[in-house]
């Protein structure tokens, strides 16, 4: 389990110094994850310790969102003066999400009902 955290964790790693040393417009985390999926296109399959340890996070995710629900309190009043234009984002990235994801399903199903 120890391994395959740090696995996560290097990719994690090496997404942040990637995305530091070529400026690249993504976060750090996101090109750490397309890291560990080529890691895991490359080797065939998801070994059973690392779904383990995946799955171990999961579970705990609940914790991660703590520091984040603090941080929402404690800029309660600057949250406030931008409810709108926020309100507005979430909607929009919301909506437009779900169009994405169903034009995708919907693209990708008749790709496999041709096979």
Known sequence: MVGYLTLILSCQ???????GALGLPVPGPVLGMAFLFAFLLIRGHVPDALGATADGLLRNMSLL???????????????SEALVPLSLAVAISTSTAIVVTALM??????GALNE
């Not at 703590?66 to 600057?78: D, E, K, N």
């Not at 399903?105 to 008749?110: C, D």
């Open 65 to 79: 969102f703590v520091p984040a629900g603090t941080g929402v309190i404690m800029h309660v009043t600057l949250l």
């Open 105 to 110: 399903m919907r693209v990708l199903s008749k």
């Open 13 to 19: 790693l090496l997404g942040e110094v990637s995305v």
